[in-house]
């Protein structure tokens, strides 16, 4: 008994360090870049040898890749903290388009968009980038099928509007090279108005 539960506290202290690595390192890519970001800069900021970043990460990239994890679960549990505070689906898709862009001025966001366009990937990896890119989609999907349910928006596939905000969310998040929040948040709330035309309920 004691030795299992010696076990566990090894694999928690193993998963903390693992994510005290990435949250270190999350400022230096944020600053850097991926590509200019080098594993001497990774120990350096760590303060750890290249073989102790080695036994929890087998490179850059897959440290990279766990950052984004961690990144995308921190945004979906923000999200959850102040869902909440929105009572009727609608209001909830305009909440979700604000915290959208309250992420945008994310600083790791730029070398996220480096790291997907730049990288020669394997499909392993490409796999994982895709379920990590889906990490909102349930979240989506839940609240549209409640609003179905409460008889708020027309009974639509729940799957296809989800895309359909999906694409909304990422498509207008390039504007944030070309405008100010203020004007990109007046936008996302228009764009949700605009697809709320097509499949919200008239009440009678």
Known sequence: MEGSSIEV???KDV?????????????LFAQKGYGATSMEDICTINNR????????F????????????LNNEEWMDSWLEKEHQYET????????????VDDLANPLNHSINEFVSGQVVSQEMLDEMLSLIRIPYMTY??????GIEDGELKPEDPQDL???INGLFNGLS????????????RLYKKGIASMLVGIQQLQP
């Open 174 to 185: 390039t504007l944030y090279y070309e405008k100010d929040l203020t004007d990109i948040r």
């Open 141 to 146: 999907e839940r609240i549209i099928s409640k």
């Open 58 to 69: 087998k490179s850059k990239e897959e440290l990279f890749m766990y950052l984004i994890k």
């Open 49 to 56: 040898s290249k073989g102790s970043i080695y036994y929890h």
């Open 15 to 27: 998963a903390q360090i693992k994510k005290d690595i990435a949250r270190n390192t999350k400022e």
């Open 89 to 100: 689906s609608v209001d909830k898709l305009y909440g979700l388009a604000d915290h959208y």
């Open 162 to 164: 989800m895309h359909i």
């Open 9 to 11: 506290k090894r694999r």
